[in-house]
């Protein structure tokens, strides 16, 4: 069965620094997606990036970007120039053809101080 | 803007009386699910709708029941709710694009109380 872990329950970071959030997962399939999510508190869940395994370049949106390695199965998020925004819960996700629903990690959760 | 629609946001209801929380699309999204997230916790997929092909995840309780009416709307309903029901429930969708694989997108959720 796949799983997702997410090793890191919190960080912190300082307002305009980088962080990199931790995943792994753990799958036999060679075609799947890997996502990230963001929950502000007692807000939406809203997607920060996808990941397609079989593209080799890494996904990057605005300050978010991913380093994905398919042989390691690891697929970190690195967030640049930190906002006090960022401030959530951030999970890391697996989807496959096979699997069709979303296996979440159990997430990070990711403080910014001023 | 096309979206995810949930009401109401806050449910206050009495142990064993039973609620219904609602979803709303404006997505045209083929497939809607229904999850239960407690606190500091991952969600946790309750079943999915794909078009009017309702799936029960094996291990959701009897007590959780669910309703399609049409491609915008999906109800959930808890029949007799007990206190370890009280939690976030997030409703999603994606567009079912039969490869297994695409995007789900969150609606805010409705925070459900039991008193």
């Known amino acids: 069965a796949q799983t997702v872990t997410q090793s890191q329950p919190e960080m912190s970071v300082q307002e305009a620094e980088t962080v990199t959030l931790s995943c792994t997962y753990d799958t036999s399939e060679s075609d799947y997606y890997l996502f990230w999510y963001k929950q502000p508190p007692s807000r939406q869940m809203i997607l920060v990036i996808r990941?397609?395994?079989?593209?080799?370049q890494n996904a990057t949106e605005n300050r978010f970007s991913v380093n994905f390695q398919k042989a390691a199965k690891s697929f970190s998020l690195k967030i640049s120039d930190s906002q006090l925004g960022d401030a959530a819960m951030y999970f890391c996700?697996?989807?496959?053809?096979?699997?069709?629903?979303?296996?979440f990690g159990k997430g990070t959760k990711l403080s910014v101080k001023p | 803007d096309a979206m995810v629609i949930q009401n109401p946001r806050y449910q206050v209801t009495q142990f064993g009386k039973p609620v219904t929380l609602s979803c709303s699309q404006t997505?045209?999204?083929?497939?809607m699910y229904w999850y239960q997230q407690k606190s500091s916790q991952a969600p946790k997929l309750l079943f999915h709708?794909?078009?009017?092909?309702?799936?029960n995840e094996a291990d959701t309780p009897d007590n959780f029941q669910s309703r399609r009416p049409n491609t915008s709307f999906c109800f959930l309903d808890i029949r007799s709710p007990g206190l370890g029901d009280a939690a976030m429930y997030l409703c999603a969708t994606s567009r079912g694009t039969g490869e297994g694989t695409d995007t789900q997108y969150f609606g805010p959720g409705t925070r459900l109380t039991v008193l």
């Open positions: 997505l045209n999204h083929n497939v």
């Open positions: 996700a697996y989807n496959s053809r096979s699997q069709g629903n979303l296996i």
């Open positions: 990941q397609e395994a079989y593209k080799q």
């Open positions: 709708y794909y078009d009017k092909d309702f799936n």
